[in-house]
């Protein structure tokens, strides 16, 4: 069951996993975290990879540790058996189905991020106004300090009896009366 044979080559496989989502589960273990060990051609430790292309998703695979480099052997050899068609068909359903999941979460997340933005706004602005409103209500207690003064100063002015205006007109009546007065005893 096992060998390049069984199945498409690596190279030659769609990059399905691989176009902007990622693999839809993380791997396991690291790519040399296995036992017993499996060397390549060149006499290495090969990578135990999980393949996530449309062709075989979800199939482990050794390949040696240089692959896509000047110095790869070529090594290549799957660990599971073939997929039957109903089975590759419900692993890329399930894959399609987590990415559509992620990308979903995504952007709850992302409208969660604007609504605290949001909400981050509304209390800046609350504060904002809570500050005018005490600045406002500063005004207000000094114009009502200011009218409490006037007002106090205008019953003072009309309670005098000889207020500045009554002083005048004082003056004005006294003034004719000695005038009228001088003008009979002089023309009199
Ligand atoms: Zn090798």
Redesign the pocket.
């Known amino acids: 069951m096992e060998g390049s044979g069984s199945h498409s080559s690596q190279s030659s496989s769609s990059t399905w996993a691989t176009g902007g989502h990622g693999p839809p589960l993380p791997y396991r273990e690291g790519p040399f975290e296995y036992e017993p060990v499996v ?6 430790k ?1 990578a135990k990879l999980t393949s996530w292309t449309e062709e075989n998703p979800g199939l482990r695979y050794y ?5 896509r480099t000047g ?5 290549f050899e799957w660990i599971d058996g073939t997929h039957t068609s109903y089975m590759k068909k419900l692993v890329v359903d399930l894959c399609k189905m987590i990415w559509k999941l992620k990308e979903e979460n995504g952007e709850l997340l992302q409208q969660l991020k604007n609504v605290e933005e949001l909400k981050r706004l509304n209390n800046d602005l609350m504060m904002e106004n809570a500050a005018k409103c005490d600045e406002l209500n500063a005004i207000q207690k000094e114009l009502a300090e200011r009218d409490a003064i006037l007002e106090a100063m205008a019953k003072k002015s009309a309670r005098g009896p000889c207020s500045s205006v009554s002083w005048i007109l004082c003056a004005y009546v006294l003034g004719l009366f000695f005038g009228v007065v001088l003008g009979v005893v002089i023309f009199g």
């Open positions: 060397m390549c051609n060149c006499r290495m090969a390949r040696c540790r240089r692959a110095s790869d052997c070529g090594y």
